[in-house]
């Protein structure tokens, strides 16, 4: 029979609450709560990863919620609310975090590019994307996004550049031929 930690904190602090024993000192009890908030992150990106994300959304939620300055989960939140079909709060969301952010970030250009191809903004798309193509440490599908974004523009000679590039990063992308043809 496995140990529930999360049990095992609620009885210790039932033990506290009736005078049995001493509170736990500060830095054990902060190591529990980030304990506790990892396990959660980790397994909300396993529902991600497994397409369960209405189990991933209240978790990612409540993370968020509590630790709103760490960029990490409200990204994986976009990403739920994206993959649910929440455009519109991803893409607040989105530009909440990257109000905070403490520098440009070719990753979130990337997301919120994909964001407003999802809500048919190919021009405003494009821009972002561009901006992540030109960034040093580009994110992996820049352009292939890039692609689909002048596609819908009918910029045909531009889409098929993006396409080629994509398919030098990664010679089996299915996405890039698709968009070539």
Not at 49 to 65: D, H, I, K, N, V
Not at 96 to 110: E, F, H, T
Not at 131 to 142: I, K, L
Request: glycine share 6%.
């Amino acid at each position: 029979e496995r140990d529930d930690p999360w049990a095992e904190q609620q009885a210790l602090e039932q033990l506290v609450a009736l005078g049995y024993i001493e509170p736990p000192t500060g830095d054990a009890r902060q190591q529990v709560e980030r304990a506790v908030r990892e396990a959660n992150f980790h397994l909300a990106r396993v529902y991600l990863s497994t397409r369960r994300e209405e189990l991933a959304l209240p978790l990612l939620e409540q993370l968020y919620a509590d630790f709103p300055q760490e960029a990490r989960y409200g990204l994986r939140l976009v990403q739920c609310y994206q993959t649910l079909g929440h455009a519109v709060d991803a893409l607040e969301l989105l530009r909440a975090i990257r109000g905070r952010a403490s520098r440009p970030s070719p990753v979130m250009d990337l997301l919120e590019g994909q964001l407003l191809l999802d809500q048919n903004q190919p021009e405003a798309a494009a821009a972002l994307l561009c901006q992540a193509e030109q960034a040093a440490d580009q994110p992996p599908g820049v352009f292939q996004h890039l692609g689909e974004a002048y596609l819908r523009l009918r910029r045909w000679s531009d889409a098929e550049t993006a396409f080629t590039r994509a398919l030098t990063h990664d010679p089996d992308n299915a996405t890039a031929y698709h968009g070539l043809g």
